[in-house]
């Protein structure tokens, strides 16, 4: 529901940085997203020149918006980015590689205060200030998609830790000895299984180890996606059904594992695999209590964001700026 | 290195509730433990009985350190301890069962404020006051007794997670659908491997899995337990060294995951295991590295408590009473 921000109050920008798309808005504290837009990651090899671009853009919302001087700040969010150096480093889905000083480089360039933190950190911080998290001092966000991200806020504060690298829950091993995750080369981890890349891999994996006729055996190796497996489980496609079974069966065994670490009020997830509503939730929820001792059992919420998607990375990097001191 | 309080300082009283024995002193702020003394656990069926016994054995040493007056609380540490609530819940070691309004029980008796955390809460806090984790915002305690408890500490507070349970890392599955837990019922747990109990079972599985020769051949089943395998590895038997490298793979993978979760700056290890050295420690280290994502790896301190065993339980308890506002 906007409202109309009062014309003096400060407003934030935010901008969300992934591996394919740049997306940038400006936020007032009431979390509504007054001006947005949004731009490749990808057209600069060279990461001053993709400022540059990002700044032409964003300045035409800064004007609408009633200039610079009503910007409190920006807020990054930003894959494998650190709170504490302001810089991205060795993130494998960005164009650009090694130690990224991204959060200096855009302050140079936009003359604000610029606070950067990965994309799973924003995304927590933003169901806290205007999502589901509301008013919650303890809660796990994990984000479901291409990978897995997290973000865990305990005793009302997101958990950084001592390099500001804390919440990577998706690099947790699972199944020791696992399926191997291309990007780490680690084996088992929770994201080689319950991202969208995850449930391409299992359904192969399952289409191959059986003969059980599928819906998803007219689909080329090459052309298996999330989405092509939800297809089917909707059409009641008993292999299909059952590839979200086995994904929620490990995702279930990971948030267990999280619940009895941190203790949250309530797991909220996020993301393009979510779309599969209870054909993923369904088995998550029961393994999860499966796995979880007695104490635990029943009193934790599975939430699913009911931020919109391309807005929720640009509030989740705003709320950022808000917490600027 | 004691020194000698000023006479009108404040004092507190840690008491440790272990599943034999309880152990209390009185603590000033330097962490100097004045005097101490211990008594059964297990002497009354009735909570009130043994409370009236707890007092009476530690009121002489209150007016040995200065009377009631000098005494800003109590701090009690207790397994399944529940901080918001003050209560014990369903603890499988103590001999009460269900739920005790312990906290509340102390304070009528005694006459002063209580604070009740779980036993490795407490030895955290005691860690980051006067041990290994001084000046630590970020670190994670594991005690390897009988059990396996742990206490999480982040933006340098301890995570009690919404309901105050936060922290049963013991409890984490680490091998899906493999050795069961007596006291849960839950298959593949860190306890049920990296706990004194754990390492007994893995010896007496080895044992029949092989025909290896081992000096624990001359064990019987009932008498194995962690001290006889590591006196069997120090004398270089390769089965009893066997059972620690594999002990300290399956520590090492959880420790993977905790490290994953909340970035801590050291890992601190405490209890009877950790008298099995470098035997388990390296196994642990290598173990822990191996399963690291790449930003993780080299950076986090695996450190053994160097708190007096029978001293820190006290502290640690006695540690609550300076964090009471």
């Known amino acids: 529901m906007p409202r109309t921000s009062p014309s003096l109050e400060q407003l934030?920008?935010?901008?969300?940085?992934?591996?394919?798309?740049?997306?940038?808005?400006?936020?007032?504290?009431?979390?509504?997203?007054?001006?947005?837009?949004?731009?490749?990651?990808r057209n600069h090899k060279d990461l001053e020149a993709y400022i540059d671009e990002l700044y032409n853009n964003v300045a035409p919302l800064i004007q609408k918006a009633g200039g610079v001087g009503r910007m409190k700040g920006i807020g990054l969010g930003a894959p494998n980015g650190n709170y504490y150096t302001g810089t991205v480093e060795y993130a494998p889905n960005l164009p650009w590689k090694g130690i990224l000083p991204l959060a200096k480089l855009v302050e140079d360039k936009f003359?604000?205060?610029?606070?950067?933190?990965?994309?799973?950190?924003?995304?927590?911080?933003?169901?806290?200030?205007?999502?589901?998290?509301?008013?919650?001092?303890?809660?796990?966000?994990?984000?479901?998609?291409?990978?897995?991200?997290?973000?865990?806020?305990?005793?009302?504060?997101?958990?950084?830790?001592?390099?500001?690298?804390?919440?990577?829950l998706g690099h947790t091993i699972i199944i020791p000895d696992g399926r191997m995750h291309e990007g780490t080369g680690k084996k088992g981890s929770l994201e080689s299984y319950a991202s969208a890349t995850g449930v391409k891999l299992t359904a192969l994996e399952l289409l191959e180890k059986n003969d059980t006729p599928s819906l998803l055996r007219n689909v080329p190796a090459d052309q298996m996606d999330s989405k092509k497996v939800y297809d089917a489980a909707i059409e009641g496609d008993e292999l299909a059904k059952g590839i979200f079974e086995y994904t929620g069966k490990i995702l279930g065994m990971a948030l267990a594992n999280f619940v009895m670490f941190s203790s949250p009020e309530a797991i909220i997830l996020f993301g393009g695999l979510t779309k599969a509503g209870e054909l993923l939730l369904k088995p998550t929820k029961e393994h999860m209590e499966a796995n979880l001792i007695q104490v635990f059992q029943n009193k934790v919420k599975i939430l699913v964001s009911h931020l919109k998607e391309?807005?929720?990375?640009?509030?989740?990097?705003?709320?950022?700026?808000w917490e600027m001191k």
Do not use: C, W
Not at 310 to 321: E, F, K, M, N, P
């Open 111 to 168: 003359k604000l205060p610029v606070v950067l933190t990965n994309d799973a950190n924003a995304a927590a911080l933003g169901e806290m200030m205007y999502g589901a998290a509301q008013g919650m001092n303890d809660f796990i966000m994990i984000t479901l998609g291409t990978g897995v991200g997290s973000g865990i806020v305990a005793n009302g504060k997101l958990i950084y830790g001592h390099d500001g690298f804390a919440g990577e």
């Open 310 to 321: 391309s807005d929720a990375a640009i509030l989740g990097a705003s709320a950022l700026v």
């Open 12 to 41: 934030a920008i935010g901008i969300d940085i992934g591996g394919t798309g740049t997306k940038f808005g400006i936020v007032d504290r009431l979390g509504n997203l007054l001006f947005s837009s949004e731009m490749s990651t």
